[in-house]
C-alpha cells in the first residue's frame, strides 16, 4: 500500500469517526471495522494510535447499542 492509500484510509476512519459522533450513521452501519481491519495488516503504528482514540469515542458517543 502507498503512502498516499494510507492517508486515505486513515482520512476515512477518521470521517466516519466523526459521522459515528454526529449521529449520522450508526457504528454497525458506518462499516469502520473493516477499514480498522485493514489498517492493522498494513500499518501497525498508526493503527496503535487510532484504537484508542476508536475505543474512546464508542464509549462516549455510542447511542446505538
Known sequence: ???RELLKLEA???SKME???KQRVS???SGIGGLINSLKKVD???YEKILPE???MIA???IFK
Do not use: C
Open 54 to 56: 476508536y475505543k474512546k
Open 60 to 62: 462516549q458517543y455510542n
Open 27 to 29: 457504528v454497525k452501519d
Open 1 to 3: 500500500m502507498t503512502e
Open 19 to 21: 459521522d459515528i459522533k
Open 44 to 46: 501497525e503504528a498508526l
Open 12 to 14: 476515512a476512519i477518521r
